[in-house]
């Protein structure tokens, strides 16, 4: 089954329970929280505060994505905050194992994230102790980047791997992400679409959000 994860980066930060609200309605079942350090990427989003402040105005799977320097360090924050899932980068400076293990003995599920330049083979001997792989299709740090159709055999990897491995694995594309591009992510694999501005971009939510599933082969 494909699942939208509009991206909270390209909301109207003014009214957050609004928009969460419009998503929602509009068939969403997943909110994707990119946590910007300015360290890690170049840009600054926000902290466990806005995420502590929205959990009780929604019902959405929080999908919480930390482009992060230490999230090891930070984890206990985003865990009390309402993160359902917390998806760190492979690149980042944790030890990954180590991190994998306190996210999962936190409760809450797991992933790992690559970057653009990272080789997805890093990945194979964390993979039976994640729920999700993200691979990123953009630079990460800011939204509204073109789509690289080049990451497209990362996605192919993940899910082969998870189909010969038996194993329940989302795996997560996230960047430029629209109703064109969703075809693509979909037909290599990817079942967790993170959309940004082509959902909050929109006048109508629950109409981009079903091009978008549409596209991907989803059920909306």
Do not use: C
Request: avoid cysteine.
């Amino acid at each position: 089954m494909i699942q939208i994860a509009p991206s909270l980066l390209s909301a109207d930060f003014s009214r957050l329970e609004q928009e969460a609200a419009d998503i929602e309605a509009g068939g969403a079942q997943m909110l994707h929280l990119d946590v910007m350090d300015g360290h890690f990427v170049p840009n600054i989003s926000f902290g466990p505060g806005v995420i502590a402040s929205l959990r009780p105005k929604t019902r959405l799977f929080f999908d919480v994505h930390l482009m992060i320097s230490d999230p090891l360090f930070y984890l206990p924050a985003f865990v009390k905050a309402g993160a359902d899932m917390i998806t760190f980068h492979y690149e980042s400076d944790a030890d990954v194992g180590k991190t994998i293990e306190a996210i999962r003995s936190s409760g809450v599920k797991v992933g790992v994230a690559v970057k653009p330049g990272t080789e997805i083979a890093v990945l194979e001997p964390f993979l039976p102790l994640l729920d999700m792989a993200l691979v990123m299709t953009v630079e990460p740090g800011f939204g509204g980047q073109r789509f690289m159709p080049q990451m497209m055999p990362k996605v192919e990897y993940l899910r082969r791997w998870a189909d010969e491995n038996g194993r329940p694995l989302w795996v997560q594309v996230d960047g430029g992400i629209d109703a064109v591009t969703a075809k693509t992510a979909a037909a290599s694999g990817a079942d967790v679409l993170v959309a940004g501005s082509a959902v909050f971009g929109a006048e109508d939510r629950a109409k981009a959000i079903g091009a978008i599933l549409q596209s991907a082969g989803g059920v909306f």
